[in-house]
Structure formats: C-alpha cells, structure tokens
C-alpha cells in the first residue's frame, strides 16, 4: 500500500513537470549507472594501482563525491555556457578539463565532511600526491565526457532514424490511403451507372417502383458516402450497406434475385474496413447471378472463428449462380484485360490492412454457385 502510494505520488509530481525538465531528469537517471561504474573504478585503481593510503571504503566514497562533483559541474558549466544549444566540441572537452580541479577539490571537502576530518588535514595528507589527483580526475572527466558525448550523439542519431520512420511511416500511410481510395473507385461507377439507366426506364412506365428505387439509392449512396470517408466502419454499417445494394438489384432483376442478410447481434458493432464486403456481393451478381437465365439466391453470413486461441471475423457470401469457372484459381491477380480485378483488389486492400492473417478464397457451392469466405483478424 505505501510502495503503490509512493508510485502514484511520483507519477504525479514528474508529470507536472515540463517536457524539457521530464527529458533532463531521464538523461541525467541514464547516466548514473555509468558515472557510479567510473567512480568505482576510480575508487579501485586508487587504492591498489596508486596505493596512496586509505581503505577501499574510504576511497570509494571519495572517488564517488569527486566523480558527482565532476558530473554536476559540467552540467552546470555547460549549460551557463551553450544552454540547450549543442556545445562546442574543442570547447566542451576545454571546459572539462579547467573544471576537473574545482571538482576534486569539491569532493574532497565534501567526504572529509563525511569521515568527520578537517578539511586542512585531508588537503595537507594527500598534499604530496594532489597533482597525480588532479591529473587522474582531469582524465576521467575527459574519458567520462567522450563516453556521455558518444551517448549523446547515439540519441540524437536514435531520434533522427526514429523521426525519419515516423516520416516514413506517415507517407507510405499518405500512399496507403490513395491506393485504396483507388482501389474502391474501381469497383464502384458501373452499378450506378446500371442503377441510373434503369431508373431513368422506370420513370416513364412504373412511377411508383422508380420511386421506391430512388428512395434506395438515395440509401445506398449516403451509406458509400459514409464509408468512402472513414478508415473504419462497422459490420451493422456494411450490412446496411449491402442491403440498400441489393435491394436496388432487386428491384431492377425482380424475382430473379432473392437475398437474405444474417448478422448476429454481438458482431454489429465489430470494426472492419469499409467497402470490403458490397464488391463481393457485387461480383457474385456479375458473374454469377445475372448471367444465369432464372438468377438464383445470396445469403450473406457473419460469424467468429476461434483456432489455437486466436479470433478471425468469417463472412461468407453464399450465391447459387453459375459458380466458378472451371480453372479458377485463388492466386489469380488482376489481368490486362480486367479479369480477376474485384478479388484483387480485394486481396491487396487486406494484406495492406490487416496483414498476413486476413485472405480472401473462393470455393464452389454445392449444389451450385460459389461461395466467397472472407477472413479477417480480431483484436
């Protein structure tokens, strides 16, 4: 209960803080694992390379109070000096080598503080051997300021590949969305161009069956409109969708056409790409359907899918036409002289969507007609 109390506590006050000051407090917390690593070793070569007297422990601590003497003072210098603009290379490295006396110094006073002696004897004691310290401390202020600076510049190359796969990122999104805008306009001009010349036929002998379709591709239109917009839509959407289509073909094929939609209650609201289903529907009309003397039936069906604990949505457009050619094969991909151009399209929207998982296949109907299974993931 404390600990949580304390993790809320510190959440709380460092989100407070500004972005920079957020940024300054992470960079100097990655640093200390390296600084305390130097002074340790500081602490080390001291006292059994330069053996100048003293315990290990003592040492330690010394070293440590000179290396955060070190590292606070550079900060400090650097930023009086440059700010948050970058430092002068020759400069950086110059200023870290005048402030290395001023930081042995500092830690020195500061740890005599902590073993309690006088700060005239702990000058005097280490008198003989103060310059091989000052040396020692102005070296590894300068190794420990490559070593920060190459860790610098690493994050500042990290942050610039990483802005550059944003970059990236934002414009193959940019093609993505031109190339499936492109995509849906090719799939969609010729049923409304079909639908307009029937209707204008339909003015003139049934006034009244001319205005139930007007009032359906006035439905029709709104919904596509709604769709073409958006990244996303729902499968209740796509329905309605389909079904203000079908309800146009109904009108124009007339009891050649039967249709029936079965979506269950708890998928309406599931999240798919928009104008994926009604280009199925419409292919299996096309060739399907259309050509065939009596016309037939289509039964759209949603379901979920669950293998190996893993959720795929399943729709099945189910059609009782003419079924698939003979050589139909799944792998087809769009031709020059426009066959297979539907289900490429298709396919191309959901690998770029939904990647590797989402397929589209084709299997006949028994005991005819052709059956489309659409598969996508779910979160």
Known sequence: MIKHSYQHLQSTLFSKLSEKWQNRIRTVLSDMPRLMGINIACGFAVTYVLRTGGGLLENM??????????????KGVKYLIWGDKEPHFIGFYLMCVLVAPLAFFSGLILASFIFNYPTSSIIHFRWNHISNFVIMTSIVSLVAAWSFWNRIKMSELV?????????????????????????????????????????????????????????????YLRNTLSSSRAEQTSLKQEFALMQAYLELLAIRMGKRLQYTLDLPDELQQTSIAPMLLQPLVENAIKHGLEPKMEGGSIHVVAEVLTEKQTRHLHIKIIDTGLGLPFNYDNAHVASADGQHVGNANIRDRLLALYGPGASLTLTANQPEGAIAHLIIPLP
């Open 61 to 74: 601590v010394v070293s440590m109070f000179i290396g955060f003497s070190a590292y606070t003072l550079i």
């Open 159 to 219: 942050a610039a590949a990483e802005a550059e796969k944003a970059k990236n990122a934002a414009i193959e999104k940019q093609a993505l969305q031109a190339q499936l805008q492109m995509l849906q306009a090719q799939i969609e001009p010729h049923m409304l161009f079909n639908t307009l010349a029937n209707l204008q036929g339909l003015i003139a002998i049934d006034p009244d069956r001319a205005q139930h379709m007007l009032a359906q591709l006035i439905v």
